[in-house]
């Protein structure tokens, strides 16, 4: 598996630390991501339907809606680091999470079906970030105001990821 070293201060905003830092400094970005989609896909099987549309407090997303929203986020930030490797220097626009998830429907869709959607997209980054040359990891680009490395836009991914994983272990499957 390709190592990609972890993003140092200066490469991120400082709220991605949240999420960059669960992941490990041992490079292996890609290897944690195919793992944790692998824990994430047998968590969310083993939970109930009324589990998976249960909102732990008002306003808080359901396993489904959390699991889109995870798609969702990692295709920005696959499609940010795809432009950043390419050298676009296009700044590009934030996104509003909550508007996001308020149309996903994801609670009207199966769980079945949300993971079919969740491995192609995993897959997709992993074989777009497996393949991009060394130098592209240390490029950067402006997204939402601020200035971030395509490998801080990967470690962003497998972390957020992870701190959602934790949420639902936390609140949601006991």
Known sequence: MKLISKPKEGEFPAYASMYIDLIPEDGLVLQHMEENSKKLKYLALSLTEEKLTYRYAEGKWTIKETLVHMIDDERIYAY???????????????????????????????????????????????????????????????????????????????????????????????
């Open 80 to 174: 940010r680091a795809l432009r950043f490797a390419r050298n676009d220097n296009t700044e590009l626009p934030g996104f509003e999470q909550d508007d996001y998830v308020a149309n996903s429907y994801a609670n009207e869709r199966n769980i079945e079906n949300i993971l079919e959607e969740y491995e192609s997209v995993r897959k997709a980054s992993i074989t777009l970030f497996k393949n991009l040359q060394e130098d592209a990891f240390s490029k950067t680009g402006m997204a939402n105001g601020n200035k971030v490395s395509v490998r801080a836009l990967i470690y962003h991914i497998a972390g957020h990821e992870l701190h959602h994983l934790n949420i639902i272990k936390e609140r949601y499957s006991k």
